[in-house]
């Protein structure tokens, strides 16, 4: 018997079918056990955070803005009487995932469900690239996730049980132009979720990454792409977070929330890969700008 095994106070489920029937359960035994959530302050972290919440977990909280933290922590106590640790952190800097585990442990506080979700993107042409920014980008999605789930993991193996909810995209299923680092970033999440979902679902631990397509939060504005989620078919916190919950108890290897996206994720592993990241262009290819007339000629250049 594994892990959350132990915590559905049984057999945790194995198929669908017992998964449906087993999910109450596991949120059951999950009650009053404690959750670590990144990015909890705006966006899915903060619904994650809700969603947890009303299941009846205990939160740590985590992001740089300390009031917004707060403020959920308030409101989802005098709604749930969840009990939260609210740690401020900017989780790309070196050393931060480790300081905020220490002061967890200092609170004699054990980690049953980490929710690496704290992340953000960057949209743009190389010319106009800001090395640091892209640099903080990738300690924050791939260094500080990698960090925090290592050293969590030696604990959840010895218990026998916990879980771990990567936030993934769909953009980690092919590279993405205009946005290539962000694309290879998530697409590491996924591989990693994937490996160790494999190599410790005997072992009591269920990892499982969500691959989100397009959601409405402050992703885009963020990223440097104002008024892009406006223009485009979106899904909102509440449904991915559904989802991806969802999947965490049937202890998926990954899920893609939405019908259209999980067909994408299809469609470009049929396709060229020369084909599939020249359709990519057509998302973030920034605004043309009016080309120099040739000499002699009429055409525009793009
Ligand atoms: N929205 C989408 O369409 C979409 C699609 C696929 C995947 N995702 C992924 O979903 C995750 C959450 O993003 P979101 O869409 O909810 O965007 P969001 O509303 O901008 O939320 C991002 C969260 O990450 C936190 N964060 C950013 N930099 C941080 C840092 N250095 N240290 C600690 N926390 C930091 C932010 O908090 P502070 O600013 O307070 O630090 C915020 O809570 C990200 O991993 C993103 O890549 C989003």
């Keep these: 018997m594994d892990a959350l095994d132990s915590m559905a106070g049984g057999r945790f489920p194995t198929t669908h079918q017992d ?3 087993g999910t109450n359960s ?30 009846g977990m205990h939160l740590i909280l985590v ?7 707060e403020k959920l922590a308030a409101e989802l106590h005098l709604k749930h009487g969840t009990r939260c640790l609210v740690i401020q952190s900017d989780l790309s800097i070196p050393d931060e995932p480790n300081r905020v585990l220490r002061d967890i442990a200092a609170q004699g506080i054990v980690i049953e469900l980490l929710v690496n979700n704290a992340g953000f993107g960057i949209v743009g042409e190389i010319e106009n690239a800001d090395i640091d920014q892209i640099l903080m980008m990738i300690r924050l999605n791939v260094a500080a996730l990698t960090e925090l789930t290592y050293r969590i993991l030696p604990g959840m193996l010895e218990r026998g049980r916990g879980a771990i909810l990567n936030v993934s995209s769909l953009s980690a299923f092919q590279p993405v132009a205009f946005m290539g680092a962000y694309a290879a970033s998530k697409a590491f999440v996924l591989h990693l979720s994937e490996a160790l979902h494999c190599e410790l679902k005997d072992r009591g631990i269920t990892v499982t990454a969500v691959c989100a397509g397009v959601t409405r939060t402050h992703f885009f504005d963020t990223a440097g792409a104002p008024g892009w989620l406006q223009k485009h078919a979106s899904h909102s916190v509440e449904f991915v977070v559904k989802r991806a919950l969802k999947a965490l108890v049937r202890r998926q290897q990954y899920t893609v929330p939405g019908w259209r996206n999980y067909l994408l994720t299809l469609l470009v592993r049929i396709a060229s890969r020369a084909r599939v990241v020249k359709e990519s262009t057509r998302f973030f290819r920034p605004r043309s700008k009016k080309a120099p007339m040739p000499q002699g000629g009429s055409k525009a250049i793009e």
């Design 19 to 21: 998964a449906r029937r």
């Design 26 to 55: 596991v949120w059951k035994q999950l009650a009053n056990q404690w959750a670590l959530v990144t990015g909890a302050s705006s966006g899915l972290g903060e619904e994650f955070a809700r969603q947890l919440a009303s299941r």
């Design 63 to 69: 992001a740089r803005r300390l009031d917004l933290l």
